[in-house]
C-alpha cells in the first residue's frame, strides 16, 4: 500500500459526459502527478501540481483539467469525454515534487466511456 | 518519439536464476531514473531508483546500473522468485531549465515471467 488514495476504482460514462477522479496524496507529500495508461501510449504524464499550485504539465488535453485544494487532495476532471479517454488514470504523489524524488502511485481509476 | 525504450516486450527467467531488465533512453537531460513493479489492475509499485551521480544502486536482490555515456540502465533482480513475476517499467526525469522539474517518462515496460 503506497499511501495514496484515489476513487472511484472504476467509472463507466457515455462519450460527450464529464467525470471527476479525485486523489489523496501520501501524509506529507505536497506535489500530485496525474497520469494515462492507455494501452497504445503506455504510461503519459498528464500535470503535477505542488502545494495548490501547477508546476508543470505533459500530454494533457485542453478537455482536461485539474486542481489541488488547501487539503491537498487533488481532482481531475475529464469532459467531452470520447472513446479514447478510455484508460488507466494514475494519481502519484512526492515530498515536494523536486527532481530526485521517487513518486509513489495510487491505485488508479479505470475509466471506460462507451 | 519514444525517450525511453524497453526493447524487449518480455522475458521468461527460471526460478533462482539471474533476471537482466534493459532500459535506453535518448533524452541527455534525464538525471534521475527509477525501476516500477506492477501487477495487473494495480497501480506501479516503486522499486529502486539511481541518480545520475552514481553508476551502482543495490538494495537487496535488485541492482540498478546506470551507463550514462551508452544511455543504458539495466535492473538485476538475484535469485529470481515467483512473485517476481509482473511487468517492469523503466522511467526518467530531468530537470529543465529554469530549476522545474518534469513528470515521469515511462518506458513501455517489460513483463518478466519467472518459471519454477
Known amino acids: 500500500d503506497s499511501g495514496v488514495t484515489q476513487t472511484p476504482k472504476h467509472l463507466i460514462t457515455a462519450t460527450g459526459q464529464r467525470v471527476t477522479l479525485r486523489c489523496s496524496p501520501r501524509?506529507?507529500?505536497?506535489?500530485v502527478y496525474w497520469y494515462q495508461q492507455s494501452l497504445d501510449q503506455g504510461l503519459q504524464f498528464l500535470i503535477q501540481y505542488y502545494n495548490g499550485e501547477e508546476r508543470a504539465k505533459g500530454n494533457i488535453l485542453e478537455r482536461f483539467s485539474a486542481q489541488q485544494f488547501p487539503d491537498l487532495h487533488s481532482e481531475l476532471n475529464l469532459s467531452s469525454l470520447e472513446l479514447g479517454d478510455s484508460a488507466l488514470y494514475f494519481c502519484?504523489?512526492?515530498?515536494?515534487?523536486?527532481?530526485?524524488?521517487?513518486?509513489?502511485f495510487g491505485p488508479g481509476t479505470r475509466l471506460l466511456v462507451l | 518519439d519514444q525517450q525511453v525504450k524497453q526493447n524487449s516486450p518480455s522475458l521468461s527467467v527460471q526460478e533462482g536464476r539471474i533476471s537482466i531488465l534493459n532500459c535506453d533512453y535518448t533524452n541527455s537531460m534525464f538525471d534521475y531514473f527509477l525501476w516500477y513493479k506492477k501487477y495487473p489492475a494495480e497501480g506501479p509499485t516503486f522499486l529502486i531508483s539511481?541518480?545520475?551521480?552514481?553508476d551502482k544502486n543495490e538494495d537487496g536482490r535488485f541492482t540498478v546500473f546506470l551507463n550514462k555515456s551508452a544511455k543504458h540502465l539495466s535492473l538485476h533482480i538475484v535469485p529470481s522468485q515467483p512473485g517476481d513475476s509482473a511487468v517492469y517499467f523503466c522511467a526518467a526525469r530531468g530537470k529543465y531549465s529554469g530549476g522545474g522539474a518534469d513528470g515521469l517518462t515511462f518506458g513501455k515496460g517489460t513483463h518478466l515471467i519467472i518459471q519454477p
Open positions: 539511481i541518480s545520475s551521480i552514481k
Open positions: 501524509s506529507g507529500d505536497l506535489s
Open positions: 502519484a504523489s512526492s515530498v515536494t515534487g523536486g527532481a530526485w524524488e521517487t513518486q509513489y
